[in-house]
């Protein structure tokens, strides 16, 4: 599951992220409005998680585009805004939920779990990289047709690389999305989940899509 959190205080976007992705979703951060609209429009979400007070762009205007697209996407607004008229405003413009700040983790996670529940099921939600294809819904990745058996973390590692294909992901970004913690180089993970996913990926096949760019991270492409 993929979730979207467009918060400007990066203290409380971490701590969301960070819980988020020890419970196995993939979190993006946007900082700004013009960024969270920008992202809401081009990618595929699973739910938005909108604050109203952001630079360049208002919660209330995001979403105002967000639906005029027709885009069904469950959205929560998460703000310190906590006047029954905000609620409403939230509610009518095409929230799915209101959450105030400050909030417990566990209500949040229990909220998020119910807008998704509840959202439209997608048919399909399939990843191609060259004879390689990811199967979000029905989690499952075949290569050249052939199933590979793939843990949890190793799928979801998977599926952060395919998502964001040519993108070079550094260690660290790796570790907050598939982790939700970050390590020192010394002690990072990172290096032996690769190594291992290389394994069921790229060495039973004649061609290799998962890259080391040196000093900088890892990228998933056909070369």
């Known amino acids: 599951m993929r979730i979207l959190v467009v918060e400007d205080n990066k203290m409380t976007s971490s701590y969301i992220q960070k819980g988020l992705a020890e419970k196995g979703f993939i979190v993006d951060i946007a900082e700004d409005g013009e960024d969270g609209l920008h992202l809401a429009m081009s990618e595929p979400y699973d739910l938005i998680i909108l604050d109203v007070m952001l630079p360049q762009k208002s919660g209330w205007s995001i979403i105002k585009d967000f639906r005029k697209q027709n885009n069904e996407t469950p959205v929560m607004f ?4 906590d006047a029954v008229p905000d609620r409403i405003k939230g509610l009518d413009l095409g929230a799915d939920d209101y959450l105030v700040k400050p909030f417990a983790f566990s209500e949040l996670l229990a ?7 509840r959202a439209p099921v997608r048919h399909s939600d399939v990843y ?6 990811l199967d979000i819904t029905r989690h499952k990745a075949t290569r050249s047709g052939k199933s590979l058996d793939l843990t949890a973390k190793e799928f979801l590692l998977l599926e952060l690389l395919v998502r964001r294909k040519g ?3 550094s260690k660290n970004f790796i570790m907050g999305q598939v982790w939700g913690i970050l390590f020192d180089s010394d002690s990072n993970p990172v290096e032996v989940a690769i190594r291992r996913l290389r394994k069921k990926v790229d060495e039973p096949f004649a061609v290799s899509l998962i890259h080391t760019v040196r000093g900088v991270g890892y990228v998933l492409e056909q070369r």
């Open 78 to 81: 998460l703000t310190a805004r």
């Open 111 to 117: 909220r998020i779990r119910t807008l998704i529940r």
């Open 128 to 133: 191609r990289v060259a004879d390689l294809e």
């Open 167 to 169: 993108e070079v992901l």
